[in-house]
């Protein structure tokens, strides 16, 4: 263990630490978890917004268990990996049905929630149910690997993480190690000058800062070519409701034309609408984690032909747009 090394950060969080978030000063599970969901793999500044509006519209689990979906995933459109938000839904029906609409307050309950990892239960713990448990997320394991000066098994880190738990103020250690590695321990450009562990700190001793963690091989991105019917009627435009899970899994979409189909002859045959002839807009590049997906959207004027539509198509006026539960990329296509 080392010495003094969580009365240090407990210091510097005191002194120095963000103290001024939304999601802070409060110990309502429901707060946190949305919290700490929001921040995986986003920004601080980006999630605010977002998490701010977010409880407007759903001010209580309760009221977000009784909410449909796609209402969650509108609110969530822009702020991407949408299996969270899904996640989030899931895990409010969940507490509704197995725990009487009540926050479970144990890790092991807490961790058996769709969406909530061991690192993410391990905090809600902390910071509403004053457990002394320690936390392993992207932040907490940079910072350590750089302490130790060395890569080293997650089964390891996360004992170096329970050893230096401090006896009392846990929360405010565990937001330290959170704010430390946003602030001051970052990927890249560390601040050490700043760090209140510095001469502690193996990496800084022997230049090794900006290598640990070591970063993962990067693997070439596949590029994907899809062709997307931007099909316009009136005031509005159709979209297709994708399937449940999966890529934009509940969110609406323009509909996708199949390779070597003709857009005539898909609307028609399998939308139910006759168009125009379709004219190219300029094509937009959208990179998933695995993936590169080069979009060439088709424009052109669709009227129905039949009856009712295809069952996942669905009208949407331009006015209600900015409302509707859209992937930032489809977004910027009709913006555009």
Known sequence: ???NFAARLIGWQKDHGRHGLPWQGTTDPYRVWLSEIMLQQTQVTTVIPYYERFLVRFPTLAHLAAAALEDVLSLWSGLGYYARARNLHA???QIRQNHGGEFPNTIEAI???PGIGRSTAHAIAVFCFHAKVPILDG???RLLS??????TAEKHLWKMAADLLPDREVDTYIQAQMDMGSLICTRTSPRCECCPVADMCVAYRDGLETSLPSPR????????????LVLRNRDGVWLMQRPPSGLWGGLLSLPE???GESAADHCIQTLGLRIE????????IHDFTHFRWVIQPLICTAIPVWQAVAPPLRWVAESDLMQAALPSAIRKILNA
């Open 1 to 3: 263990m080392i010495k």
């Open 91 to 93: 895990c409010a029906l």
């Open 111 to 113: 961790a058996q929630l």
């Open 139 to 141: 932040n907490v394991r």
């Open 146 to 151: 750089r302490i130790q000066g060395s890569d």
């Open 217 to 228: 091989p990067k693997k070439q991105r596949p590029v994907r070519a899809v062709t997307m």
């Open 257 to 259: 034309l199949p390779e």
């Open 277 to 284: 002839t379709p004219r190219p807009a300029p094509t937009l």
